[in-house]
């Protein structure tokens, strides 16, 4: 499977953002899926997973703030992103079947 990540950007703190990931193939409604984030200085972190029977898990620091949601249609799974803050700046990643997709920057700033 080939992913790739889109939809970050710089927001201030308070505001939000939708990240994407698109995915090739036409097993996409099967795939479990997770986002990963890596902040400058810091290792990659676990942030949120879609399953492959639709269940989802959060990582402490963002639940209840992000949302993944998922668009078998599109081949494509969101990370809606909201009350970001400024620690939730990084690269942000999404990963399925050992495969990563190619990263997009999400700056916010106080």
């Known amino acids: 499977v080939q992913l790739q990540a889109s939809g970050g950007g710089s927001v201030q703190a308070g505001g939000s953002l939708t990240l994407s990931c698109t995915a090739s193939g036409d097993i996409f409604s099967t795939l479990a899926i997770n986002w990963f984030r890596r902040a400058p200085g810091k290792q990659r972190e676990f942030v949120a997973a879609f399953g492959s029977s639709g269940s989802t898990l959060y990582a402490d620091p963002v639940n209840g703030r992000f949302t993944v949601s998922k668009d078998n249609a599109k081949n494509t799974l969101y990370l809606l992103m909201n009350n970001l803050q400024p620690e939730d700046t990084a690269v942000y990643y999404c990963?399925?079947?050992?495969?990563w997709g190619q990263g997009t920057q999400v700056t916010v700033s106080s």
């Open positions: 990963k399925s079947q050992g495969q």
